[in-house]
């Protein structure tokens, strides 16, 4: 008999049951992770629209707003372009962007980006490694631009989102 098989016909013990549990939560996050980070798939549902120009729209998804001390907000924005673009020689025409956004001045830094051709598999993938994201800039929204008016009103929802809905 295989051990897996084996295990199974032993009688669980509550060290085991807490190591199989936490094993299947780690397997779980990890597989959710992955869905978004590498494929940059998502259901349509959650996305909000915040901005939009003659060129791009730019939407959040609300169901992953985590709020940090301060009006701070880690985010998930998705940018659709109306042209294809290209970054290293590979087109794209969607952007998955994971950031963290400060409210109080409109700063952010970038945790990772996935772009692709609409929801087709990403043709590029960025992560920024912890230790590295303390150390990125902060960079600031230009005044007046539609990225502008996308943190504005990211603001506002992730607000509500952290004050209204109590």
């Known amino acids: 008999m295989s051990t897996f098989a084996d295990?199974?016909?032993r009688p669980a013990t509550p060290s085991s049951l807490r190591r199989g549990i936490?094993?299947?939560?780690?397997?779980?996050?990890?597989?959710?992770t992955t869905r978004v980070i590498v494929t940059g798939?998502?259901?349509?549902a959650r996305w909000l629209m915040v901005a939009k120009d003659?060129?791009?729209?730019?939407?959040?998804?609300?169901?992953?707003?985590v709020a940090d001390p301060g009006r701070i907000y880690e985010i998930w924005y998705r940018t659709d372009h109306?042209?294809?673009?290209?970054?290293?020689d590979k087109a794209f025409t969607r952007e998955v962007v994971h950031a963290i956004l400060r409210c109080d001045?409109?700063?952010f830094r970038v945790m990772s980006t996935v772009m692709s051709m609409g929801s087709a598999s990403?043709?590029?993938?960025q992560v920024t490694e912890p230790r590295d994201l303390v150390r990125q800039p902060w960079r600031r929204v230009?005044?007046?631009s539609t990225e502008a008016d996308a943190a504005h009103a990211t603001c506002e929802v992730a607000d509500w989102a952290k004050w209204g809905r109590r």
């Open 105 to 107: 001045g409109y700063t």
């Open 22 to 32: 936490a094993t299947l939560a780690v397997v779980a996050a990890a597989s959710v």
């Open 41 to 44: 798939h998502d259901d349509a």
């Open 82 to 88: 109306t042209v294809t673009r290209f970054y290293n």
């Open 142 to 144: 230009e005044p007046g």
């Open 122 to 125: 990403p043709v590029v993938r």
């Open 7 to 9: 295990a199974l016909t």
């Open 54 to 65: 003659s060129t791009y729209s730019i939407s959040i998804d609300t169901s992953r707003i």
